[in-house]
């Protein structure tokens, strides 16, 4: 007849073994969260349980210290396993191979330990003789039976909490993964409170009823198979609508906006991408790239076309594995209409643009020209006082044609794309202080300039210079002074116009310095329009220092890298 010593021993034995039974379809479930921690915590019941059948059994007290060390690490090895399942599927801790180091040397000291505890005494105190009610712990012993126990109770708490918090089939799993700890954690206690006077032990039966939790929860609750990805991220950062899809391309999380686009209840998780975007086909077929996804789409939602903006970005584990796909999608609708109203608008503005180009600037253009030819003729011939009025108009029309050969300036740069070409900036402003010399033969205009100072720049940049040498003679008395000077640097030149004029008039200035139009006292204001779109365009940058003394203009060319040093030289003023 078998005792009953052999009989428990057997029957531990063989709940040892039912964990095992676990391991292949966990390690054939690919890269989930909470799978190492599933393994580790499998292969620790199977060796604690084998162990306390062995030790039945034993009477050597070598082997029997051997097997009494395997209890531990079994133990051990199941509550760390515990503890990196619930940090991994809660998020509380990424799980590296650093993770595992420490926690294998830590079992891996205390295993060392317990088979030399005959020389130190700190563990079992050396009573590692049978039966095993008689085994006393010793202070390293108790320390890791303490540390084992904190460990597994900090994993369940973790579950507990996440339970309390989650939804869905994310509190279902979490409510397994906590059932599936507290057979093995109450077993334990019973044993130590009502059993530590009985070689009798339920921890091989808290084994077994663990063994089934995990079994219900990899088999009936899809653990390990739809897994909980990035649930906080989307819960508490997504403002627009968001879908998590594992790995499988199904579906495990979503937001209240995307139900609401989808038009589906609360039953989602597990639904295939194809059923769940049913009603947006665009975004199944976007979807169908396994690259990142960065598109626009239209769909009919609730009877109304609407535009979305669809991101499709991958989820990875804390190994860099692919875990799943994050989709978002953005309501644009609002911004496409804008979009509308402003091609709307722009179409109009161009049609406006060329009735007063091709029409009303032609005619006005005409007819001032006729105007001032006959105010001119009037001028001649006529007395002086009608003369006086004849020049006045002269002057007039001159001021509106010159206005509008700046307008047409201006209508040239903004219709032309920028492009850069190699300027010699001492040769273009060399011919234009020429220019200026003759015709205003009372000035003084002086150049100090290298010899070169080749720049790559957009040719209207000479139109800037051409405004404010003009702006600069035409309003700074009847004896101006202007020196324009070329300063050469390694990363940009700055070419500076000051002239002894009244300074220009603020409000003109304000054109510049806040993009809008202003009163203008002058043609200069037309050109200080002119100077704002070459300058922007160039990439170059412009500043103003005016008052009574005068104005000084500085505009900062970038220096192009190919172009060579030159010397200075000067052109005396006359």
């Keep these: 007849m078998v005792s009953t010593v052999v009989f428990l021993a057997v029957a531990y034995v063989c709940c040892g073994l039912l964990p095992l039974a676990l391991v292949p379809s966990v390690r054939n479930a690919g890269p989930k969260p909470g799978k190492i921690g599933v393994l580790v915590t499998l292969l620790g019941l199977a060796i604690w349980s084998i ?36 940090t991994e599927y809660t998020g509380a801790l990424v799980v590296t191979r650093r993770t595992g180091y420490v926690f294998g040397t830590a079992i891996g000291l205390s295993a060392a330990l317990s088979l030399s505890d005959p020389y130190h005494h700190l563990v079992w105190e050396g009573t590692t003789t049978p039966p095993m009610n008689e085994v006393t712990l010793g202070p390293a012993g108790i320390l890791i039976v303490l540390a084992t126990v ?91 609508a968001a879908v998590v899809l594992d790995a499988d391309d199904r579906v495990v999380e979503c937001n209240p906006a995307a139900r609401r686009i989808v038009d589906i209840g609360p039953e989602y998780t597990g639904l295939s991408v194809q059923q769940f975007f049913s009603s947006v086909p665009a975004a199944v077929d976007r979807l169908a790239d396994d690259s990142g996804v960065d598109t626009e789409l239209a769909a009919t939602i609730d009877g109304d076309r ?57 005619n006005i253009r005409n007819d001032l020209t006729a105007v001032r030819g006959y105010a001119d003729l009037i001028a001649t011939e006529a007395k002086q006082e009608h003369a006086d009025l004849a020049e006045t108009i002269v002057e007039t029309s001159d001021n509106l044609l010159e206005t509008s050969r700046k307008a047409r300036i201006i209508e040239e740069v903004i219709d032309q794309d920028p492009v850069t070409q190699k300027l010699d900036l001492t040769a ?111 990439g170059a940058s412009i500043t103003f220092d005016t008052g009574s003394a005068g104005t000084r203009v500085s505009i900062r060319i970038p220096t192009s890298p190919r172009s060579m040093a030159a010397s200075s030289k000067s052109v005396p003023g006359h």
């Design 51 to 86: 162990a306390v059948g062995l030790l039945l059994l034993e009477t050597d007290s070598t082997r029997y210290r051997l097997f009494g060390t395997l209890f531990g690490a079994g133990g051990q090895l199941a509550a760390v396993g515990y503890f990196l399942l619930a």
């Design 150 to 240: 904190g460990i597994a109770i900090s994993a369940l708490l973790l579950l507990v909490a996440d339970v309390v918090t989650a939804s869905g089939i994310r509190r279902r799993q979490s409510f397994v993964l906590v059932l599936a700890g507290i057979p093995t954690i109450a077993g334990y206690f019973v044993d130590f409170a009502l059993l530590s006077s009985s070689e009798l032990t339920l921890l091989p039966i808290g084994f077994a009823g663990s063994a089934f939790a995990y079994a219900w929860a990899i088999f009936q609750k899809d653990f390990l198979d739809i897994v909980p990805i990035g649930r906080k991220r989307i819960v508490e950062e997504m403002t627009d």
């Design 306 to 362: 609407r535009h979305f903006h669809l991101t499709v970005s991958r989820l990875d584990d804390a190994s860099s594995v692919p875990a799943g796909r994050l989709v978002v999608l953005r309501d644009i609708t609002a911004l496409k209409r804008r979009e509308r109203t402003l091609k709307r608008r722009e179409s109009e503005l161009e049609f406006l643009r060329q009735i007063l180009t091709r029409v009303l600037r032609h």
């Design 428 to 538: 273009r402003l060399t011919d234009l202080v020429i220019d200026y010399r003759s015709t205003y033969d009372r000035a003084t205009i002086s150049l100090t300039a290298p010899d070169s100072c080749p720049v790559e720049a957009d040719p209207w940049l000479e139109h800037t210079f051409d405004v404010l040498l003009e702006n600069a003679l035409e309003h700074a008395g009847d004896e101006p002074t202007v020196d324009v000077t070329v300063d050469r640097g390694d990363d940009e030149t700055t070419v500076t116009i000051a002239d002894d004029g009244p300074g220009i008039p603020p409000a003109e200035l304000a054109v510049l310095e806040q993009g809008e139009e202003t009163p203008l006292e002058h043609t200069s204001g037309v050109g200080l329009w002119i100077v704002h779109w070459v300058v922007d365009r160039s």
